[in-house]
Every structure is written in structure tokens, then in C-alpha cells.
């Protein structure tokens, strides 16, 4: 008798989204429909009374699909919204990496600012666009979802937890600060600015050859 | 028992909710205490019934969560919020407050 009404349910559910929120209204109705077939049962209807009398308790459910469908574009919209929000976010960040180093060529050649006031300012330029860029990432899901579907959920599910991503990106993350302060080290005690950059080229292939290493391993 | 239907559809929130007042329940559970409570003369189909939960969860009137059952397909249960406590006394109000004037408009009329 369990599959003649879940056989029922998924006929009516035949055209709503195959979302985990449909999915769920299934469960509930069909565990709902069981009770109410078990109840007509015990007052001693017959199989086919209690059948019929439970199909036809569940009425119309077109309205209950549409609320799904109406759900999926209220999160579809709140979705672009954020994708914009976080792509402006981004395009100024950017913007700001590129301004510091106009402003620092525009400070030192044109306006003769000294070097490390100069050099200061296109620093908190920089600060503030990773800052922009960490708030940005941090305060975001990592994947968005198309839809409510379980597929969805598992890419969203998967690009989370991936476990190798987390670790590159820490390495990642770890070598470039570690570069960097290398880099104002060298620079500040031997003050040897003027050939010091050499380091971040070489930064960029250690980091290479660290990711290389981690993918051979595995 | 359809003209009744009517009137009582737009007062489905209000049934649920008062119902969810007494103690945390189920869907076929809360028909079958509206069924009772009306002597069998008032049921709601399923369908209504979801929707209106959909509704009432939306609203954050009421929140819902998972039964353990071990046979058979899982429950959902819903429980009344706070907030879904103070729409409900609004509603009951508001109803009292109407069914006083529709019986002085409908019943007293008709005899003057």
C-alpha cells in the first residue's frame, strides 16, 4: 500500500522542480497519506475505501507547486544580486592595485616625493584592496547555487570541502607572505632596492614548483 | 458544507496556529484534531494544508523540524514562534471583533 500512494505523490509532483524542497513536500505528504491510510484501516475500511478516500484528501497541489517554483526565483534574483555586488567589489579592488602604482610613479617622478613616503602610500593602497578583496571572499558562499536541486548541492558540497583546494591555497598564501617579507628585509637592511624585485620572479617559481610537488604527491 | 468551506478557508492560518499553541505537531495529526474538534463536519485537504504551512514558515509564524521515526517515512513536526503567538492573538481578535458585527449586520436585521 506504501508504493500505490507514493506511486500517487510522484504523479502529482510529476512536474514541479526536482528541488530538495519538492523533495522534502513528498516525504511529509506521503508520511502524512500512511498515517491517514493506517487511521481509515483500524476503523475498518477496506484497502480500496482507504485508498481512494486518502488520494482523494490530498486536493489540488498546483498551487503548492507553484509556491516551489516562486521560491527558486526569489533566490535566483537574490543570487545576481550578490554576483554583482561581489563583481564591483572585485573590479575596484583591482582598480586600486593599478591606481597605487600609477600614484607611485606619479609621487616620485612628477611630484618628487620621497621614495618611502611614496612607497608607504602605494602600500595602504594595496592594503586596502586585499582587504576588499579577503572581506569579499569571507563574507560570501564560495559556490553559488543555479537552483535548489541535490546536484547543485553536491557541487556546492564538493567545492567547499575540497580538501586539496584549502590546502594549496594555504601554502599559496603562506609563500607569497613569506616572499614578501624576504623581499622588505633584504631591502630595508642592505638596501638594495634596486635589485631586490628579483626575488618576487624567483617567489613565482618556488610557489610552481611547491604546487607541482603537492599534485605529484597525490 | 462548500459556502462554509469558504468562509472557513481564509481562517486556515488561525486553525493551524491554534492548534500548534497546545503542543508541537504534524500534519495528519493537526487534521485529524480539526476533524474531531468539528465532529467530522471539517478537514482540510492536504494540499491546503501545505500550502499554508508554507506560508506560515515564510512568515517565520511557525519553524519546523524532522521527526526521528525509525519505520516508515519521516514526519516533519512545526512548532508555533513566539512571533506566530503574537499573530495568533491578533487573528482571534480580529475574528471575535468580526463575528460580533456580522451577527448584528446578518441576524438582527431580519427581525427589525
Known sequence: MCDELRNRVE?????????????ELKEELLANLIDRY????????S??????????????????????????????ERIQNQ????????????GLYIMSVVLLIFLTSVVNVDGTIAVCIMLTMDAIATCLIIYNSISHPKYYKLDDSIVEEFKEWKSVNSKRNEILKSVRSIVWTVIVAIYLLISFVFNLWDISWIIFIIGGAIERIIVLFFQLKE | MSITSDII??????????????????????NKAIQEKTNNQYELK????????????????????????TTGARRRYYSITTLGRVAFEQ?????????????KLINNSGTK
Not at chain 2, 478557508?9 to 493537526?30: M, P, Q, V, W
Not at chain 2, 504551512?53 to 521527526?67: D, H, K, V
Not at chain 2, 487573528?91 to 451577527?103: M, T, Y
Open chain 1, 11 to 23: 504523479e502529482l509532483f510529476q512536474n514541479a522542480p526536482k528541488t530538495r524542497r519538492a523533495q
Open chain 1, 38 to 45: 493506517n487511521d481509515l484501516i483500524n476503523n475498518g475500511k
Open chain 1, 47 to 76: 484497502h480500496e475505501e482507504a485508498i481512494n478516500s486518502t488520494i482523494s484528501g490530498i486536493g489540488d497541489v498546483d498551487e503548492l507547486i507553484k509556491g516551489l517554483q516562486e521560491q527558486d526565483v526569489f533566490n535566483y
Open chain 1, 83 to 94: 554576483r554583482k555586488k561581489t563583481a564591483a567589489v572585485r573590479t575596484s579592488a583591482i
Open chain 2, 9 to 30: 478557508r481564509g481562517h486556515t492560518e488561525t486553525i493551524i496556529l491554534a492548534n500548534l499553541c497546545e503542543k508541537d505537531s504534524y500534519g495528519y495529526e493537526i
Open chain 2, 46 to 69: 492536504e494540499a491546503t494544508l501545505y500550502s499554508a504551512f508554507r506560508r506560515l514558515e515564510q512568515a517565520s509564524l511557525i519553524s519546523s523540524y524532522w521527526g526521528d521515526e
Open chain 2, 91 to 103: 487573528n482571534k481578535n480580529d475574528w471575535n471583533e468580526a463575528k460580533l458585527l456580522i451577527d
